[in-house]
């Protein structure tokens, strides 16, 4: 290839020890689609800032059975609301169905994105299981959203936050242990959040990407050679 391309620094810095190639690294834009829906949290029974939230494919390389099963033992009040659908796993979000019991709101694929930004926006915590694929873009949005972020701890997504929010290891209890304290801490909670955002309002904007983009694709392009009389 003329040039490599990663979403994420890990990513990155893994082509270059392995096979010795310089990679550029361009992620995402965090604001995604149009501005929250501030009322879609109450149609979908929901509290302002009174649930936690997950937005993925259910498939296990999400982790979302270890994230219902560590919310079922850390016995907090907030529901968890999880959003997403298992096209490929009818089998797994049966499962996830049966761990989750009474006590988790499956609310299915959300296509609206004005609703999605609302949930996102109202959650008190985004709950981010993924722990392959570099650069998640349901992690920059819950960051833009203010939103902070409870994710696994992972290279990848430990680049994404750069410090903000919280991180949580798949050791049984840890994840719990850490839901127990922060929701018991909103302050804490509260503060992680407009710290996410900024940086996402820092680090994380479309005109960077595509400004990113426009001078890699000069770069590969090359000058000009000027042209003659005819």
Avoid at 17 to 42: K, L
Avoid at 96 to 110: I, N, S, W, Y
Wanted: aromatic share 8%; glycine share 12%; net charge negative.
């Amino acid at each position: 290839a003329s040039a490599l391309l990663a979403d994420n620094p890990v990513m990155a810095e893994y082509y270059q020890a392995t096979y010795g190639r310089a990679c550029a690294q361009i992620a995402y834009g965090a604001a995604c689609g149009p501005p929250a829906d501030s009322g879609a949290p109450a149609r979908f029974g929901l509290e302002r800032k009174r649930y936690l939230l997950v937005v993925a494919r259910l498939e296990p390389e999400n982790n979302t059975d270890l994230i219902v099963e560590e919310y079922r033992r850390s016995g907090v009040a907030l529901p968890l609301a999880v959003v997403g659908d298992a096209p490929y796993g009818a089998a797994y979000l049966e499962e996830l169905k049966r761990l989750g019991g009474e006590h988790v709101r499956f609310l299915g694929r959300v296509d609206d994105q004005a609703a999605l930004n609302g949930l996102f926006a109202g959650a008190y915590l985004h709950l981010h299981g993924h722990e392959v694929g570099g650069t998640n873009p349901s992690l920059l949005r819950a960051m833009a959203a203010g939103t902070a972020p409870l994710a696994l701890d992972a290279l990848f997504n430990q680049a994404v936050l750069g410090g903000t929010g919280f991180l949580f290891k798949k050791e049984p209890g840890d994840l719990a242990g850490r839901l127990g304290r922060l929701c018991a801490s909103p302050e804490t909670v509260e503060s992680a959040g407009r710290a996410a955002r900024e940086r996402a309002e820092r680090e994380y904007t479309w005109e960077a990407v595509t400004a990113a983009h426009a001078a890699l694709f000069a770069g590969l392009a090359g000058p000009k050679e000027p042209r003659g009389d005819p």
